[in-house]
């Protein structure tokens, strides 16, 4: 029988709580609360009270209520939460975590989750789901799922919200525990991609596979790269294939999906081999046509779909890029290999699409190679980026970095 955490405030949440449990125990499956109020008393009683919680934390409940700052509550009571709840997967006591929220719950839910190993089953029902969810999700595999209505008391919206959620955690945590993975004897690669080069990082993955590695592709949306390199961090991928390094075009211009801070750099520091390109590098990201901030209304737009507007960068914003890529790059204790694609760095920069810029591409080119160290390999190859020739000397170069490492 699985067991389901519970964590959340009893002293305010405790009828949705009990409500929860009650659902989760009727299909089979355990319930157990981790209280984590700071105000009255719980309204319903606790498997792990809120001073054990608080003693997890280095401190007690009488302390953070003196202190009257429902910050420094929250961020304590979610530091002793995620400590008891890290013990209680690893030990086998738990096989999935849920929780209800609104910001300050979804908030100390996520510091819980964020603690626990991809796979595990992890759902937050939040009044915040239904806008940008990445400050609770971050790189992880949480789920949210909207409340709706405000999480205060049972009605006829929220009993059925809660109840299917009860419902997605004992089923996650079911398939969870009798999921079997497949032996994991294969090198893990890690590759990024855009939709303008997917044909790139499609044929670069199958050539890899044939090699014999396994390949997580991440989609370059900000959050994406940020991904890639927890897991390039955490040691899970030990080879990089950066075909698409387009996030670094939104964090210069200030566009919407933006390299994170570590892009570019967890695989030099852990000296892993690295193949980098200059994969959609000539786009910038906004939503729907009408966000497009009205500084840039007079650039070269793309509508790409109803929700996605794509800018073209200019030769100075190119530049600057790969001035920028090339300070990362030096960095690396591995093996590095550029490789440029002459012919153009995305679907819509190839003679005759509406991104082709010969100047803007040869800004970003040269930029780049001047400020790399010599030691990092540079290949050029008249190919576009998604020239099945261009993908497979790309794999086949990360395969040979590979191979001498």
Known sequence: MVTIALVGTLDTKGQEYAFVRERIRSMGADALLI?????????????ISRHDVATAAGTTIDALAAQHDRDTAIGAMGAGARSIVADLAEQGRIHGILALGGSSGSTLAATVMRALPVGFPKLIVSTLASGDTRPYVGTTDIAMMSSIVDIAGLNRLSEPILANAAGAIVGMANAHAAFVPSAASKPLIGATMFGVTTPAVTTARQRLEELGYEVLVFHATGVGGDTMESLIASGVITGVLDLTTTEFADAHIGATLPAGPDRLLNAGKAGYPMVVSLGALDMANWGPMETVPDRFRNRNLFRHNASITLMRTTPEENAAIGREIAARLNQ??????????????????????????????????????????????VIERDEDINDPAFATAAAEELHRLYADT
């Open 35 to 47: 209280d984590t109020g700071t105000l009255g008393e719980p309204l319903v009683e606790a498997g």
């Open 332 to 377: 690396a204790r591995g093996p590095v290999t550029v490789m440029i694609p002459l012919g153009g760095v995305s679907a819509i920069d190839v003679p005759g699409a509406a991104f082709h810029d010969p100047e803007a591409d040869a800004a970003l080119i040269a930029a780049l190679k001047a400020a790399l160290d010599p030691r990092i390999r």
